[in-house]
């Protein structure tokens, strides 16, 4: 019972992961689109991508690990 219980947690951690990336590339675009804000340079949307671009997999992979070590 209680391996099905550590599945399930490790299942909702692996939705949540997967929702937050959705959230912060579909959903937060329109509070980073701005034209006169730069980091180290570049626009901060082109920014806000690239970060993601990197941050996806890391997170992804971490959950997706946390999901196999409960089975």
């Known amino acids: 019972m209680e391996a099905i ?3 399930r947690k490790a299942e909702r951690a692996f939705i949540a992961a ?4 959705w959230i912060m590339l579909s959903a937060a675009l ?3 689109n701005r034209a006169d804000v730069h980091v180290f ?3 901060i949307l ?9 941050m996806v ?12 070590v409960a089975r």
């Open 41 to 43: 340079g570049i626009p």
């Open 57 to 68: 997999p890391v997170l992804l992979s971490v959950a997706y690990y946390v999901l196999e």
């Open 5 to 7: 219980q550590g599945k």
């Open 30 to 32: 329109p509070l980073v």
């Open 46 to 54: 082109w920014f806000w991508v690239l970060l993601w671009v990197f």
């Open 18 to 21: 997967t929702a937050l990336v």
